[in-house]
């Protein structure tokens, strides 16, 4: 304890009288000890404060029985915290950046008079409030265009407060600021229309924040250049209803998502969907037959709900205002990305084609200003997002027809292509082909003539390397001296037409076609996979100039389900650029279940309307119904003659899906037709050998035999190809697959 010492009087005598007099009284003086009183502080012992910040604490102290003389702060435990002014009752303190919520201790020591010091513990929370990150955002909203629209952030399909507004050109400027805990968000833009636009929501899906930052750069200003999704469209908007329809009830808020569900976009399913909400926001302006069903508020409703998207479409498809929206759609520059920029010298891999025997086209671009487009050559330039391609009339094909009942030469081809960019997100983009094609009389019969093509298409200029193994189970196309991809055997039973194959490519270099039985060596280079052939395999049909010598396989990103295969072959010497189809490379052959292959199939495009379809039902009994509708008359609905159904069986034989169908000897189909027998014939064979499958897709090997032999029609027809197809939960079309 502490102690002062003080004096005290004491008498010894006999009798008490006095302190200090004089008598016959003694005395004696002595120290008693007292306890000293440290000084009393006051402080506030629990504080909070943001982390990288700077502070002050204040402490008081009083001293009963002396004086204080003076402060002193330390830090006594956490992390490490920059203190100034120690030596006095206020004490600063800066605060570090934290990656967690932390806590740290100060300890303010107090000294009085006598050298006794008194002490306090001061508790600091030091808050992770996050790092806020920034960027601008340059766009615009268009169709015709948005003006005075709310742009609205969204985060992970969520939205937020953060608005800015456009001009009356559409054109908008968005400054977004989020912490860290927000920029790993996926960021969409949703543009709600004004006046008489309200009916008008449109959105973009762009990608994280955090790559929208780096693709940003130093300047922190992300435009056109950078990413068009900025472009918030009625283009965009259809693809963003598009995918949410196939993705069902999985979210497609994120990059991973948004690479899957994109790519299995058909282009002309995106085209019709825009068309159809540019309809609703323009054209219903005019005429109140095309406005939206009452029960919806806006576009973006109209594209959430497929029912709802089904009749709208099938209600306005084929008035005149969707035409001219559509042309209108094709044409409009405000949708070219005019800020991007071509490489000099590049690949264009067209990523968009039918669900079978079709190829995405492709170019291949020269630094020098020429170029191949399949075996011919031309000329291109590009500015503002647009490039001009050039043809001569030697890459023209010669061909007769007849005029006036007199035979003619003639000679037609693709004259020009002008490919104008509408969107690019991470490599892949979104073109319009303008495509005008000409017809020449060399021998002046006629005046020469011209026709013009316009559509979207998504197409990537970068290819991924194939992944490197020692051998392969491929699928793959096939390409002949024509520039058609396929070629043709005849036999006396039979005529095969070969769009694709299944190739087994050993780890020794050899391989050959499991169908074509052509015998070819192999070799990877550079990320590409390389055939040459030793051999014809089947005996090809004397229309076939000559099957490839030489086929460069490139693997084009972006595919949904098996991969985008670029082919580029050698012919006789003669090189051909060819395009991007489906095909897939595995490490062994994969196989049908009969617990999974029951339900019903269909391809992927085609489902827009849900008017014409083509489907597959494979019961769990073995049977197979096939439902086909076509709308021939274009009225919007389908009439009982524009019905047709085929019945038959499936089975699972060595992995690969078998399909039967049988048909009366008269030819009609009927229910109870479905094996052999004395009225009953076997029609068709389908089979499909898996190449692979992702969630509801499935991309598979199709050899499909119509039977004409038994009927003394001629040799049976076999067609070898790739198909795309698609699982659904229920049938997309509400006919029955049995007529009732």
Known sequence: MNFKRATFCVLLMSALVGCGGGGDSQSTSIDIPIENLLPKITVETTISANENSTIEISASAEDADGSVQSYRWEQTEGVTVKLANTDFSTVSVTLPEVDTNESVFLTVYVTDNDGESSFEVVQIDIKDIGKNSSLTINGQATDNPLANATIVLMLDGQDTEQTTTTDENGNYSFDITLDEGQTSKFVSLKAVGSGEQSDAVLISLMADFNTLVELAGEDGVLGLNENSASSITHITTAKYGLMLTDSGEEDIFSEEAYEVYSASLDAEDILNLATAIKVAIDKALVNEELSLPSDLENTLQLVEQVEKRKDYLNKVINKPEF?????????????????????EAFRLYGTTYSDTRSFGIGFDFNNDGTGKFLAADFTWNSSEGVINVDFSETAYEESQTVIDGMTVDILRGVKAVKISVLNENRGSLDVVYDITYETIYPNNEAEKYSTEFSSIY??????????????????????????????????ENEIISFFNDKFILNADGTGF?????????????????????????????????????????????????????HSESTVIGDGIFGGTTSGAFNTESLEWTTDTAPGIYGYFSGNLTGINQFLLQLEENGNLNTLSTNDINSDGEISPNEISRFYGTWTIEEGILVMRRFQLLSGTEVTNCRAVADDCRLSQVRKWELADTNRDAYLVLSDMRTIYSDLFFGPDAVEVDMRRMKKFDKSPIDIPFIEE
């Open 323 to 343: 035409a001219e929206a559509k042309e209108e759609t094709l044409s409009d520059k405000r949708l070219v990305n005019t800020q991007f920029e071509f490489p």
């Open 458 to 491: 998504t197409a990537a200029i970068k290819r991924e390397d194939i992944v490197d193994r020692e051998q392969h189970v491929a699928f793959l196309p096939l390409i002949t001296a024509t520039d058609s991809f396929m070629y043709y055997v005849t036999t």
């Open 513 to 565: 076609g499991v169908n074509t039985k052509l015998e070819v060596t192999w070799e990877q280079i550079d990320g590409k996979i390389i055939l040459s052939k030793v051999s014809d395999g089947l005996p090809v049909s004397p229309e076939v100039d000559k099957v490839f010598e030489k086929i460069e396989f490139s693997q084009v990103p972006g595919s949904s389900i098996g991969e985008h295969i």
